[in-house]
DNA sequence: AGAGTGAACCTTTTT
DNA sequence: GGTTCACTCT
């Protein structure tokens, strides 16, 4: 069963008696290590499959990861195996014991956007003060949360600092307004488990033997308190093993801390570390490249990947005028390799620091009828109407839910405005009550009108019907009731700009049906709250899952990248202020965004394409740019410097890589 | 109440 | 260059 590995894959994996760390360079195969050593718990070890639980970072690799073990066994043996997020496991010990933490069924999640408004709402209440701090202090509330520092501590801590001090009064109330409203954030999910598993014996002996092995992926990547959950987990069992890289650390703006997979020698002091130094991904340039690069960098486990797969192709260096031309000539360089090579575009990837350099890619891309696959940015529930639909879903399953009510009541207009909403919060916060049930008060005597009275009593108790449909049909069918209900279709063709906005709208409305339905389908105990709930934890990533993965050029941030592999990789955007992007030059943290371009460069199979533009628009200005300092750090014989055509005008520029492309078109259309 | 206009901010990266 | 937010006008 183990012959496909090598021998330190294969001794990580019979490593069982003892908790075990796996330091995995990039590309050396450490989800094989984790999927073998599932299988070999279940058949080798008869342990039962739901005595395992596998944790990583995104949903998608989590999926990924479940079809990797199940192809190693028959379905059967994996029945019952957990392999989720942090934030999914964090969910269902949370669901599993509501009542000890206070919450009652149908709580809400907010997401990101949902505590940034929260908090802009708060600061605005109470400090009238226009600055744009909603987003520090809404850091420094995840900071605090992730040190376990309540808001009463957070308050002594500030210790009179202003910003402090303001910060932790708002963050008393934006926990008070959470549990008012039934309601838990990101942090909660993984932190009320970690205080409920600390305090609460019977929770606590549950979960320790109910998860009886421990698979821990990128590991590098946890925080503080991800890490407090796990050692609650593993208890004094040695059912643990981590698997990460500290050069592909790229997460500590959000709490991450590398240090972990350090102590945890100190609190396993018997722990078992192997390291995995060979690359099966990349060829030896692409490596070396790679290993010259980071090692600027300091190092705790010094690790040295080596290839077996030949030199390979220098890595190319593309110096472009303006990013126009980057987008152009990258999208013809594609074109050009596929038809020489007969590849296929989801061969290529193009990889960036920030989501806004998409754009001219998506441009060119589209431009020559080239299949993309976007991931990040704009996220699909982050449009507006599907933002829409899911606060009346989430204001249907938990009416306490304040934010969606507020997101909904007047949308489509329903005569309810401002200085309605107004009276009604005043009525409602001094009583306690959500805004919901507030409309059913009838002596709101605080100068609301007749009218408004009306519509708010109309609209929520249209809600209820709704909610009584949603408890004996199916969630797809309340959806759909809503929408008609509310005539959305209508609402959309009428607030759009133009008929193409308001189709595309209306399609993003159906993949919410799609969606919904199709969640409904995989699991049909699911109530609409359970359905709520995925979707809310659902990254962007997991979006094109279900659908085969079409044949398309890949679009995607450095840090969506992490994990994947491609093989032809362009990093773009190789300029000083991009990457290392400015902030982090000013902060003087090089180091995190070298590891990115480390993971950039890392994820190249065979071919490596760098490019930069000496010109660039910012804010609609034109500034100049400088080519990364990452680039004068590769070793100088491996680059291929391309032809530099900066000294053409524009125009010049422009027609040259027309006729490249037409003609090339014409070439690659006439073979498909 | 709601639509329309200008100023101000902005771009890291995401569960 | 594009978006969001606050203010003003109908």
Not at 183 to 196: E, H, K, Q, Y
Not at 303 to 318: A, D, M, N, T
Not at 349 to 363: D, I, K, M, P, T
Not at 470 to 475: G, I, L, Q, R, S
Request: with cysteine; aromatic share 8%.
């Amino acid at each position: 069963m183990l012959q496909q590995l090598n021998s330190s894959q294969r001794s990580a994996v019979k490593c069982i008696d003892k908790p075990c760390l796996v330091l995995a360079g990039a590309g050396s195969g450490k989800t094989r290590v984790i999927t073998y050593k599932i299988a070999w718990l279940i058949q080798q070890c008869g342990y039962p499959a739901n005595a395992i639980a596998a944790v990583t970072f995104t949903n998608k690799s989590a999926r990924e990861m479940k079809q990797r073990v199940s192809s190693l066994m028959p379905r059967k043996q994996t029945r019952g195996l957990r392999v989720s997020t942090f934030h999914t496991l964090g969910l269902s010990i949370i669901k599993h014991s509501l009542a000890a933490l206070g919450l009652k069924t149908g709580f809400s999640i907010y997401d990101n956007t949902d505590s940034l408004s929260l908090v802009r709402e708060l600061m605005r209440k109470t400090f009238s003060d226009p600055k744009n701090q909603a987003e520090m202090t809404l850091h420094q509330i995840d900071r605090w949360k992730n040190a376990f520092i309540t808001p009463e501590a957070a308050q002594r801590l500030a210790n009179g600092d202003q910003q402090l001090t303001i910060a932790a009064a708002i963050y008393e109330q934006y926990n008070h307004h959470l549990r008012t409203y039934n309601a838990v954030d990101f942090n909660d999910l993984i932190m009320l488990p970690v205080i409920l598993l600390r305090s609460n014996e019977e929770a606590r002996n549950y979960w320790q033997s109910r998860i009886r092995y421990l698979l821990v992926d990128e590991y590098q990547d946890t925080n503080n308190t991800q890490y407090e959950l796990v050692k609650l987990i593993v208890g004094d069992k040695s059912g643990l093993t981590v698997v990460g890289d500290d050069d592909q650390s790229i997460y500590a703006w959000r709490g991450a801390q590398p240090e972990n997979l350090l102590g945890l020698g100190n609190d396993y002091p018997n722990l078992n570390v192997i390291k995995l130094e060979q690359n099966y991904r990349s060829t030896g340039c692409i490596l070396k490249a790679a290993n010259t690069l980071i090692q600027n960098n300091p190092h705790v486990f010094e690790k040295k990947l080596w290839s077996e797969l030949g030199f390979g192709e220098h890595i190319r260096i593309l110096p472009c005028a303006n990013e126009d031309i980057e987008a152009e000539q990258i999208v013809a360089e594609i074109l050009h390799h596929k038809f020489q090579y007969g590849t296929n575009f989801k061969d290529y990837a193009v990889l960036y620091r920030g989501n806004h350099q998409s754009r001219l890619f998506e441009r060119a891309l589209r431009e020559n009828n080239i299949p993309y696959y976007l991931s990040g940015g704009n996220s699909f529930f982050s449009y507006t109407e599907i933002k829409d639909l899911l606060s009346y879903l989430r204001l249907v399953a938990n009416t306490d839910d304040d934010n969606a009510f507020i997101r909904v009541v007047n949308t489509p207009r329903r005569e309810i405005g401002p200085s309605t909403l107004e009276a009604l919060n005043r009525f409602s916060s001094q009583y306690n009550h959500s805004l919901f049930s507030a409309c059913f008060e009838s002596n709101i005597t605080t100068g609301l009108k007749k009218r408004a009275q009306q519509n708010l009593h109309d609209f929520a108790k249209w809600i209820l019907d709704v909610a009584h449909t949603a408890e004996n049909d199916t969630p797809v069918a309340a959806l759909k009731r809503i929408i008609q209900d509310i005539d959305y279709e209508q609402w959309l063709n009428d607030t759009a700009k133009d008929e193409m906005v308001a189709a595309r709208k209306i399609e993003n409305v159906n993949e919410l049906i799609e969606w919904v339905s199709k969640l409904h389908t995989k699991d049909p105990e699911a109530s609409l709250h359970d359905i709520i709930t995925k979707l809310t934890l659902i990254d962007t990533l997991e979006r094109n899952d279900d659908d085969e993965i079409g044949d398309n050029v890949s679009l995607m941030t450095l840090h969506a990248a992490k994990g994947l592999e491609f093989p032809h990789v362009f990093l773009v955007g190789m300029e000083e202020e991009l990457l290392p992007h400015r902030t982090s030059i000013e902060e003087e943290n090089i180091e995190e965004e070298r590891r990115l371009a480390y993971v950039g460069i890392t994820r190249a199979q065979t071919t490596l394409t760098m490019s930069f533009a000496k010109q660039r628009k910012r804010y609609g200005e034109i500034v100049d740019c400088e080519p990364s300092r990452f680039i004068d750090e590769l070793p100088k014989d491996d680059l291929h410097w391309l032809g530099d055509n900066s000294k053409l005008t524009k125009q010049e520029q422009k027609q040259k890589g027309q006729m490249h492309f037409s003609s090339l078109r014409a070439l690659v259309s006439g073979e498909s």
